[in-house]
């Protein structure tokens, strides 16, 4: 008796793995009638986020030397931005600071070079920019625009709705021109990007340049934020 419960259990064993590798030798036919597409929204919206970097770089024979120059001009440009300073609207941070050595043809080291970078960042332009003005151990090396986080966030939304209604209308659309009553979504995905910067109008400028309440000559321009959405819908 105990002999044949063993024999039903193996042979069930046996049809079961025998099933499985049927299963997965078995043809999974393709889908039918999938249709795949994609649609963007893009919205231009005025940059309100401005970045500016103010620079010194300093050289001598003492590395040290060298450091404590760069230390001296960066604690007096801080001291000036801090007085400023307000989130969100001016953020005031150290950028880079580095030393390397000079070398001669020989390979010598005959000298030693430093940057010390400040950045300026914020909403409030005017502020930004008389804070830079004030500052006169640094001058002005980079002036970057962009989008706040907020502004952002604002402009994806709607970008994102706009290229949602113009993927489901080129569905409908394409749906009818293939003969079918409509559609159902399969999947989809959304990702959005800059489009990239209207360039802005910009002056070269130094910082010495300016008398105390003088504001670095700036301009911001216009960038476009697109919104990608692509994905399959099944005709029906």
Same mark, same amino acid.
């Given at each position: 008796?105990?002999?044949?419960?063993?024999?039903?259990?193996?042979?069930?064993?046996?049809?079961?793995?025998?099933?499985?590798?049927?299963?997965?030798?078995?043809?999974?036919?393709?889908?039918? +009638?999938?249709?795949?597409?994609?649609?963007?929204?893009?919205?231009?919206?005025?940059?309100?986020?401005?970045?500016?970097?103010?620079?010194?770089?300093?050289?001598?024979? =003492?590395?040290?030397?060298?450091?404590?120059?760069?230390?001296?001009?960066? =604690?007096?440009?801080?001291?000036?931005?801090?007085? +400023?300073?307000?989130?969100?609207?001016?953020?005031?941070?150290?950028?880079?600071?580095?030393?390397?050595?000079?070398?001669?043809?020989?390979?010598?080291?005959?000298?030693?070079?430093?940057?010390?970078?400040?950045?300026?960042?914020?909403?409030?332009?005017?502020?930004?920019?008389?804070?830079?003005?004030?500052?006169?151990?640094?001058?002005?090396? +980079?002036?970057?625009?962009?989008?706040?986080?907020?502004?952002?966030?604002?402009?994806?939304?709607?970008?994102?709705?706009?290229?949602?209604?113009?993927?489901?209308?080129?569905?409908?659309?394409?749906?009818?021109?293939?003969?079918?009553?409509?559609?159902?979504?399969?999947?989809?995905?959304?990702?959005?990007?800059?489009?990239?910067?209207?360039?802005?109008?910009?002056?070269?400028?130094?910082?010495?340049?300016?008398?105390? =309440?003088?504001?670095?000559?700036?301009?911001?321009?216009?960038?476009?934020?697109?919104?990608?959405?692509?994905?399959?819908?099944?005709?029906?």
């Amino acid at each position: 008796m105990k002999r044949t419960i063993t024999l039903i259990a193996a042979c069930a064993a046996w049809a079961g793995l025998a099933g499985a590798a049927m299963a997965q030798n078995a043809v999974v036919a393709p889908p039918q +009638n999938v249709l795949q597409l994609s649609a963007n929204g893009t919205v231009e919206v005025q940059q309100d986020l401005l970045s500016m970097t103010l620079v010194t770089t300093r050289d001598g024979t =003492d590395a040290g030397s060298v450091q404590a120059q760069l230390k001296t001009a960066l =604690d007096a440009a801080l001291t000036e931005a801090r007085k +400023n300073a307000q989130a969100g609207q001016l953020d005031v941070r150290t950028g880079n600071f580095s030393l390397s050595p000079r070398y001669t043809r020989e390979g010598k080291i005959n000298g030693w070079q430093g940057t010390a970078e400040l950045v300026l960042e914020g909403r409030d332009f005017p502020r930004i920019a008389q804070t830079a003005g004030r500052i006169t151990t640094l001058t002005v090396g +980079n002036v970057g625009f962009g989008l706040s986080r907020e502004q952002r966030a604002k402009t994806e939304t709607e970008a994102q709705t706009l290229a949602i209604d113009a993927f489901k209308q080129k569905a409908i659309e394409l749906s009818k021109n293939f003969g079918f009553a409509g559609y159902t979504l399969r999947e989809v995905s959304v990702n959005a990007n800059d489009g990239g910067p209207i360039r802005p109008r910009m002056m070269a400028a130094s910082a010495k340049s300016f008398s105390a =309440d003088a504001q670095v000559p700036i301009e911001a321009g216009k960038t476009s934020v697109v919104v990608n959405v692509s994905g399959s819908v099944q005709l029906k």
